[in-house]
């Protein structure tokens, strides 16, 4: 009964979505506040139902009712009660059903707080995110199903794919697609846009916020899918430059481009039209990774279905909306006119350099992801394209842009002084070089790439304090003035200067890890030592342990740092009777500064163990990264410019209104 | 009106039939793990090259996995193959071209530069350019165009104007 309500309501909110689509942009077009009226009630609606069709699965998960053909196909009785909650999203209907619920979020949010937008703008965002509802659930009722029963119900289930039974499973996609579909909304502020033949500083206002929600929780989604493989696929390694991650990774270079080079029009009125396209494009690449994961292109543990109906649905779902927002696009992009002129030394200048180097890198990933598929499509040979490839083109992408980060946030806008900003910025120089002869003399083997690279890192860092110090006058007038200054500074300062540091944070721990990891393979005796990057581990043992629904192996090994007791990790190797596949569970030691991470392998069956032992200098910084980048988001959110919103225009006082 | 909607909605919501679709299977074989400790060579300057080259080669039956990080036995099998080539003498390149004699290009995670993958490789530098050369012609056009005489407010406005800087600002 409750699966058929959370059918029925799915149904419902279809054709509420259906009327959220229509309805508000015949409104707008008839300028009929009733029809554009419909739009809030009909977001409202559409939450409402599509809540109670989420509640109605989730409800089906917790009371394992197996009558459900997907809690049947994808969960167990003995499944901890986190994994059959997180399990409703860990398979392809469920995750659809995740994804309807957030963008109906999303419509609910604009139906909410939207009260500052024109009525006729906020009438066609809606009725645009109603439309994307409609071919969602379209897609969610005609080919995947969560409802459909099964006849007769199996006892038990056939139980959820291991590696996802871990709280990463709990919170990566649900942040993965609070961003992939949060640039649903900067798609529908850029068509109702377009609709509207407007684009002015007060519009990139309106969408930044929306723009800033996407980008800081897709920023999250992705490191918390890269820190789930991290400790789960036991060797170490956090991105793979799987077409997947790639997937993930391209709507959040967009994003970054399109929160750029929006700064660019809600200050200067320029860069409209390629703002807009940005906008597209960001929402564009959010279906694509959407389709890629679908399509049965792709095979990995985040491709649920392989099933080319449901892929062929994604893709003409994905180029009705695309494809009709670029054809609205080349119609009425040519009407927006641009105001602010500048020099091409200027804040502005950078912002569309930051553009330029973040559109290209966006093209290496996208070309490098679909290549082989598309050379393979028209029978041109196999060819793979894996991390080499996108280490060799991406990375000196990269480089430029991390460079220019620091000088361009410091830029005067219009015309800037480029001599100028480098000169005030010399300790940032300064503070670089010495992290470059510091790398250079503590690693022996002079990798100087390396070097250079940790150079970047604090280039980054020091660039974005000395930006802050210059904003408040730091050591140039009184302490107290500079905390006054830094108490008005607007917060999207602070969001700037956090997020810019927290890219030098990142980019340090990518090099550290990746240039100066210790590894250790080899089989352990009981009792035996291995020396780790001035560590000691010593192997104490294995035995049998039992969970909830596994049976694991449990090594246990003493680290120590000259002998001195630091902790006892506890690598696992477990097997899932009920899926038929185990997983290794990494037994990781977090320091500020470094990873020790030891896995345990299989037996020799002569007593000794394979095991796996790394140390991984700064790892914990790229999560560190993502997470302060995450945090300059929010607090770029908090300023006060974006809640203010437009000044509603005062209404002319008439004898009537001034009797009342 | 509201209510009307509301109805023909409840209305229309059955004529969208419930659709039976097979279910779909699950999931990947199990894991083992990667590089194992007999595999490893004696010789740690061996070892060291066998492990750059098996960073560039995939294994054949992953998602875009290297040999060296797959679990795969095929990726095993490999990665034997890798150090028996490399202990017998041949060089990282003769390493590599065995490989390639047998698998074929797929099984490089760095594609070869030929015909078939020019464009890939040639296009960082090329969208780059693009990109300057159409940023370059944008900016050069916007100077002209702004350089454009203005145009005079008309009489109406001027009006307007006018009436808006007599206004008296409240207190």
């Not at chain 1, 059918?7 to 509420?16: D, I, T, W």
């Not at chain 1, 709507?251 to 399109?258: C, D, E, I, K, R």
């Not at chain 1, 200054?485 to 999207?492: D, F």
């Amino acid at each position: 009964m409750i699966a058929e309500i959370g059918h029925y309501a799915v149904v419902l909110a279809l054709m509420l979505s259906i009327v959220q689509g229509i309805l508000p942009l015949v409104g707008a077009y008839r300028n009929d506040a009733a029809l554009m009226g419909v739009a809030e009630p009909a977001a409202r609606g559409q939450f409402l139902f599509v809540f109670i069709a989420f509640f109605a699965l989730t409800y089906a998960y917790v009371v394992s009712d197996f009558s459900v053909a997907l809690v049947a196909h994808t969960s167990h009785t003995l499944k901890p009660m986190l994994y059959k909650i997180s399990g409703v999203w860990g398979n392809h209907e469920g995750s659809m059903l995740l994804w309807i619920l957030i963008l109906s979020l999303f419509g609910l949010m604009v139906a909410q707080f939207g009260r500052n937008l024109p009525g006729s703008l906020r009438a066609r965002v809606l009725a645009i995110q109603g439309l994307i509802g409609i071919g969602f659930l379209a897609f969610l009722l005609f080919t995947s199903n969560p409802f459909l029963r099964l006849d007769p119900a199996p006892v038990e289930g056939q139980g959820l794919n291991p590696l996802l039974q871990d709280p990463g499973l709990a919170f990566h996609p649900p942040f993965l697609y609070l961003g992939y579909v949060g640039f649903s909304m900067a798609f529908s502020f850029a068509v109702a846009a377009l609709i509207e033949g407007r684009v002015d500083p007060a519009w990139a206002r309106w969408v930044r916020p929306w723009t800033l929600v996407a980008w800081t929780t897709l920023t999250i989604g992705i490191a918390l899918g890269s820190w789930w493989a991290y400790y789960e696929l036991g060797w170490g390694g956090w991105w793979f430059w799987d077409p997947v991650e790639n997937a993930s990774f391209l709507p959040w270079l967009v994003g970054t481009a399109l929160l750029h080079s929006a700064l660019v029009v809600e200050r200067r009125d320029t860069l409209k039209s390629w703002t807009i396209l940005l906008a597209i494009i960001a929402f564009g690449m959010s279906l694509l990774g959407t389709f890629l994961v679908r399509s049965g292109l792709l095979t990995s543990v985040h491709t649920f279905a392989t099933d080319p109906e449901r892929g062929v649905f994604i893709l003409g779902l994905f180029i009705v909306v695309i494809g009709g927002a670029l054809v609205l696009y080349a119609i009425r992009a040519p009407m927006l006119k641009g105001g602010g002129l500048f020099a091409p030394v200027s804040r502005e200048g950078a912002l569309v350099l930051n553009n330029l180097l973040l559109a290209t890198a966006t093209a290496v990933v996208f070309l490098g992801t679909l290549y082989p598929l598309a050379l393979d499509a028209i029978g041109s040979g196999k060819v793979s394209v894996g991390a080499p490839f996108f280490n060799a083109t991406f990375v000196p992408l990269m480089v430029p842009l991390l460079i220019a980060c620091p000088i361009g946030a410091m830029m005067a806008w219009k015309r800037g002084d480029l001599p100028g900003v480098v000169g005030r910025l010399r300790v940032a120089v300064g503070l670089a070089g010495l992290v470059v002869l510091a790398t250079v003399m503590i690693d022996g083997n002079t990798d100087i790439v390396a070097a250079l690279a940790m150079g970047v890192a604090a280039w980054l860092v020091t660039g974005a304090a000395v930006d802050l110090a210059e904003r408040t006058g730091l050591f140039r007038i009184s302490f107290s003035e500079t905390l006054r200054r830094a108490a008005n500074l607007p917060r999207s300062a602070w969001g700037t200067a956090i997020a810019h540091s927290a890219l030098g944070i990142m980019v340090a721990g990518i090099t550290a890890s990746s240039s100066w990891q210790t590894e250790r393979i080899q089989i352990v005796r009981l009792g035996d030592t291995v020396e780790l990057a001035g560590y000691e581990v010593t192997f104490r043992g294995a035995s049998n342990v039992t969970g909830p629904n596994y049976t694991a192996l449990r090594g246990t090994f003493d680290l120590t740092a000259n002998g001195r007791k630091i902790t006892t990790l506890h690598p696992e190797k477990r097997d899932y009777p009920a899926e038929k596949s185990g997983t290794t569970e990494a037994a990781i030691h977090t320091t500020p500064i470094a990873d020790v991470y030891v896995v345990l392998g299989d037996s020799d069956g002569k007593g000794g163990w394979a095991a796996r032992m790394y140390h991984n200098p700064l790892v914990p910084w790229i999560w560190a990264g993502a997470i302060f980048m995450a945090i300059g988001g929010m607090v770029s959110l908090s300023d006060r410019r974006l809640r203010v919103g437009a000044p509603k225009r005062v209404a002319h006082k008439t004898p009537a209104a001034e009797a009342a | 009106m509201k209510l009307f909607l509301f109805v023909a909605v409840l209305l229309a919501a059955p004529l969208v039939a419930p659709v039976i679709s097979p279910a779909i299977s699950p999931f990947a074989p199990p894991a083992a793990l990667a590089l194992q400790p007999d595999e490893i060579l004696k010789d740690p300057a061996l070892e060291a090259r066998a492990r750059e080259i098996s960073k560039e080669l995939r294994c054949l039956v992953c998602q875009n996995q290297s040999i060296d990080d797959s679990d795969a036995t095929l990726a095993r099998d490999l990665r034997i193959l890798v150090r028996d080539r490399l202990t017998a003498g041949d060089t990282d390149t003769e390493t590599v071209n065995f490989i390639v004699e047998r698998y074929g290009d797929f099984v490089l995670l760095r594609p070869p530069f030929k015909n078939s993958t020019l464009i890939l490789w040639i296009s960082p530098v090329v969208i780059f350019l693009i990109g300057i050369i159409g940023v370059t012609l944008w900016h050069r056009r916007r100077r002209v165009a702004v350089a454009a005489p203005v145009v005079p407010l008309t009489a109406d406005e001027r009006a307007r104007v006018d009436a808006l800087l007599a206004e008296k600002p409240e207190q």
